[in-house]
């Protein structure tokens, strides 16, 4: 089976560099986590010298990365495939990286493939850093806030931990990492941001651009609305490993989905579902160990039959229904049915293929959060007192912007250094309450107000609607060609030196829990790191 390499390239700042800021994730987008973990150096690790001096691990002209940060950098990626993509490649975690292919034909490691990716990810950010230095871009006052409210938030973490501030940024993010590294590396991610953005910004598109791309790919950029119903006729075994198909209610599954498929509005399709829930209540999605009053099962058939509407759906012409659905031939209430492993199921059309034309925004806005504030009533008072005195002065979008830089509790999110700015915002991408006020049909370039959502208040500021959904899509995807292409020519301008001998002492994070994995008897059965000689992963897994 072929496989998709995991070096971070489309990441452009791989957010495994930045320790807390920036990029990292967006405060107020929904179902988003995230967390740290923790590092130990070996004793090979530990013993080993850098060619290029202190804990250097590479270098660039003006910039340098040590070793503990290409540690984390390493663990961040291994955690990350083995959180998401273990199990596709069948990585057994419980072994090694070292003694596991990743390309078995040319003797490449697991191991090697996340040492690989982590060095591109230290070789991007400092491309992007001697790229911007040549341009004349430097850390500025607002860059220099950034960093000093990450140290502060660290130092009242250590505080609460009852830690040194170095001893807590250890024991969080890796032995061998301190203020000194922690400074580093934020300035360097912000100074490889500033030119990441005039890169990946600075090229422009025309309607015919855009119109251009979408026709040469649009089925990436396809959607459909449907109804789907399932007639079950099985039932599932407590393993859920096999199926038993009960004959006699296959006969009327497929006898009630034959009629479904014959109704010819939306109104027909969800009045028949209906009608037969109501009839068969051992179909409706309510629970069977409770007892439940008719009303109970009116509701629950209501929420049933809407949730048979599905929006939105993604173009899939992989199973012979989604290449139904997505045929040029559809039309408006089309029908069909086809069957799964336990049921007969239809689907209505309700919206033939189409491209999203709905319309983006762009707002600012600046938080103020109870965290910072120490109560959520001192939060609200300190918005409203800013609040009151923007609209007293210029009350412009630039006078908003500069506030927002100051006051703007959403670091993390990157807003904060951007005057609070978001682009392109869909609707349903931030929580309940900002969203609502940002796609309020009477929303219009330059109202403002104070919102209260769960992580504080937020003053907006409505600045404009953008471009259609689909357009951004195809912006999106244009841009990302086009800052490669143009990323791949100028990073042959910058040279990047690594201490590869340095870089591979860095152990596996399962080498201190398998001391027997290079023992003599296993070790000609076993894949030789190219990083790595037998002999140093024997010493190292000693430890």
């Not at 629950?300 to 040029?328: C, H, P, R």
């Not at 109870?370 to 001192?378: A, F, L, R």
Request: hydrophobic content about 30%; aromatic content about 12%; charged content about 30%.
């Amino acid at each position: 089976m072929a496989k998709t390499s995991i070096k971070i390239w489309a990441a452009v700042l791989a957010s495994a560099m930045a320790l807390s800021l920036t990029g990292c994730n967006d405060m107020f987008k929904k179902n988003e986590t995230s967390g740290t973990q923790t590092s130990q150096v070996s004793s090979q690790e530990s013993e080993a010298v850098s060619k290029f001096g202190g804990n250097i691990a590479v270098k660039s002209e003006n910039f340098s990365v040590g070793l503990p940060m290409v540690r984390r950098i390493f663990k961040s990626t291994y955690s990350d495939f083995v959180n998401y993509y273990a199990s596709n490649y069948g990585f057994d975690t419980a072994k090694s990286s070292k003694v596991q292919y990743y390309d078995e034909e040319n003797k490449i490691t697991w191991y090697d493939e996340f040492i690989s990716s982590a060095k591109a990810s230290v070789k991007q950010l400092l491309v992007l850093c001697e790229l911007a230095k040549k341009d004349g871009f430097s850390i500025d006052d607002s860059d220099q806030k950034t960093i000093e409210e990450n140290i502060e938030n660290m130092k009242t973490a250590a505080d609460n931990a009852g830690q040194s501030l170095d001893e807590y940024i250890a024991s969080v993010f890796g032995e061998g990492l301190d203020e000194n590294e922690v400074r580093s590396n934020l300035e360097q991610t912000l100074l490889a941001q500033k030119y990441y953005q005039k890169l990946y910004n600075g090229f422009t598109y025309t309607d015919e651009d855009y119109e251009k791309a979408y026709e040469a790919n649009k089925e990436s950029y396809l959607y459909a609305d449907f109804l789907v119903f399932a007639f079950g006729y099985g039932k599932t075994d407590s393993s859920e490993s096999s199926v038993t198909v009960d004959e006699k209610q296959k006969e009327i599954a497929k006898k009630a989905a034959d009629e479904l498929l014959q109704t010819k509005t939306e109104e027909e399709f969800k009045a028949y579902i209906t009608k037969y829930l109501n009839e068969n209540h051992d179909y409706v999605n309510i629970s069977a160990e409770e007892s439940h009053t008719e009303e109970d099962y009116k509701a629950a058939i209501e929420s049933q039959v809407n949730s048979a509407k599905v929006e939105k759906y993604a173009y899939e012409a992989t199973s012979d229904a989604g290449k139904w659905l997505f045929s040029d031939e559809r039309k408006v209430n089309d029908t069909y049915q086809f069957e799964g492993t336990s049921s007969y199921n239809v689907i209505m059309v309700l919206k033939t293929p189409y491209r999203d034309e709905s319309i983006k925004k762009n707002v600012r806005h600046i938080l103020f959060t109870k965290d910072k504030y120490e109560t959520d009533e001192k939060a609200k008072e300190m918005a409203e007192k800013i609040y009151d005195e923007w609209k007293k002065g210029e009350a412009t979008e630039d006078s908003f912007a500069a506030l927002a830089k100051v006051h703007n509790a959403d670091s993390d999110s990157g807003s904060a250094a951007n005057g609070g700015l978001y682009t392109d915002v869909y609707e349903g991408q931030m929580v309940p309450e900002f969203n609502d006020w940002v796609f309020d049909p009477a929303r219009k370039t330059g109202d403002t107000d104070i919102v209260k959502t769960t992580y504080g208040y937020h003053i907006m500021y409505f600045v404009s609607d953008s471009i259609p959904a689909w357009k951004s899509s195809v912006d999106t995807v244009l841009r990302r060609n086009d800052y490669s292409e143009k990323y791949a020519e100028l990073e042959k301008t910058v040279t990047i030196e690594f201490d590869d001998d340095y870089i591979n002492t860095i152990p596996d994070p399962t080498e201190e829990i398998e001391p027997d994995d290079t023992s003599e008897d296993s070790a000609e059965s076993k894949p030789e790191s190219n990083a790595a000689s037998e002999e140093s992963k024997a010493d190292s897994s000693k430890e």
